[in-house]
């Protein structure tokens, strides 16, 4: 065997495992196997788990907060006109240079897969060439599927269509929607009859951007699903925020999760941006904006949670840690029962894992040998510290490691503590 993690604790609950890997695939998973690696990895007990999955991102405005000016009202609606200004002045080489950190710091994070949205209303497709061109780089380290974006609305923007088309053909990956952003809602409507059906007859997923609005008339979700099951595409669907939701009335939402479940749409929520979005019109009370994570849930919904920004005109802060996102997740949806923040954790691995289609990801015999190795003894406990990831390996190499969270205390009256594990 190439590599043997010992003693490890699984995300399923599974304690004193052992992992076993040869040739970049997991070859075994066991308590005590009987096997030797050329490397062996003691765990001591912490947590493996598969990698950190972004189920929804914009790689192609990350990292650029402050050009051509700072976002002053913090509103989505500024901070899409802001872009609007950035656009023209952009470089290849500036996208690349700024992706490339990101998928950096991503890798760092045991963050090894991410959705990416992709502007294509710039006819010069200069963003979509740009991440392209970074997709090839990070293949080795990190799986990076994008979506083709019509950030201006697809029936809004004259060439966004013929641009989203050019888009597929030159590799990316799914199609996206705004219908919220159209000029009517009856073309939101439109736009998803449109872009749905040319995804489905070329065989593509489909991930919109979907009633980003404190409006709890924008019901697109309902569309998007009609659609979806028309047109036999479920489990290749996902709708991304719907922080419409929150404030929908709740015997309409008693209607609607059913006709979601039913189509096998998945749900995309990302409780760092949602919650600094939206309500921006509200004094107090103030609607916070995440779509309805816990009923969705319930009712047999895929949710993932997303990142969505960092740095860029529509967020100042972010770092590309996925267990941030999941513990505001967690608060916002008043997630704090034991098996609810275990969905969180899941929120940020396995659930979005599948919505992306990730062939080979998990933790058994034959997936392959990405793995995180966390400075925590569980799920629970990996959201509550924020855990360090002590390893990352892709492939059964190891491209990341840390050292533990750790401090030496001498405190009056105390007994000295050496490599005490800090919240532990």
Excluded at 180 to 191: K, L
Excluded at 252 to 268: D, T
Excluded at 280 to 289: A, I, T
Excluded at 398 to 411: F, G, K
Aim: net charge negative; proline share 5%.
């Amino acid at each position: 065997m190439d590599l043997v993690l010992r003693n490890a604790s699984l995300p399923d609950g599974r304690l004193h495992m052992d992992i076993a890997i040869d040739n970049g695939r997991i070859a075994a998973v066991g308590a005590r196997l009987p096997v030797r690696g050329a490397r062996e990895i003691d765990a001591g007990g912490d947590l493996v788990t598969p990698p950190f999955v972004d189920a929804h991102f914009h790689m192609d405005a990350t990292l650029s907060y402050g050009l051509p000016r700072v976002n002053g009202s913090g509103t989505l609606l500024e901070g899409i006109a802001l872009w609007g200004e950035l656009k023209p002045g952009l470089t290849q080489d500036a996208l690349v240079e700024r992706a490339m950190q990101y998928c950096d710091w991503a890798v760092a994070r045991g963050l090894l897969a991410i959705r990416s949205h992709v502007d294509i209303c710039d006819d010069r497709l200069l963003a979509v060439e740009a991440l392209l061109e970074v997709r090839r780089r990070v293949a080795p380290y990190l799986d990076l599927q994008l979506v083709a974006f019509p950030q201006d609305g697809i029936l809004r923007s004259a060439t966004a269509f013929d641009n989203l088309k050019r888009a597929i053909g030159m590799g990316v990956d799914v199609v996206g929607g705004i219908p919220h952003f159209e000029r009517t809602m009856s073309e939101g409507a439109a736009s998803v009859r449109l872009l749905c059906e040319y995804a489905a007859h070329h065989g593509l997923r489909v991930d919109m951007h979907c009633d980003e609005s404190d409006d709890p008339m924008s019901r697109h979700i309902e569309t998007l699903a009609f659609e979806t099951q028309r047109l036999g595409m479920q489990g290749r669907v996902a709708g991304s925020h719907l922080t419409s939701m929150h404030s929908m009335d709740n015997y309409y939402v008693s209607k609607l999760l059913p006709l979601i479940r039913e189509a096998g749409v998945a749900a995309i929520a990302n409780p760092l941006i949602n919650i600094t979005l939206q309500g921006r019109h509200d004094s107090y009370p103030k609607r916070r904006g995440m779509t309805r994570v816990p009923e969705l849930i319930a009712a047999g919904v895929d949710v993932a949670f997303g990142h969505d920004c960092v740095m860029d005109p529509w967020y100042s802060l972010g770092s590309g840690d996925m267990l941030e996102v999941a513990h505001m997740g967690l608060h916002v949806a008043q997630m704090t029962g034991q098996d609810a923040m275990h969905q969180c954790f899941l929120a940020v691995t396995e659930v979005p894992a599948r919505i992306l289609g990730l062939e080979g990801y998990g933790i058994a015999p034959g997936c392959h040998a990405d793995l995180v190795l966390l400075d925590a003894g569980g799920t629970v406990e990996a959201i509550r510290l924020r855990a360090a990831r002590r390893m990352v390996i892709r492939r059964g190499v190891v491209v990341s490691e840390a050292p533990r969270a750790q401090a030496t205390l001498n405190l009056p009256g105390r007994p000295a503590s050496t490599g005490f594990r800090l919240g532990r």
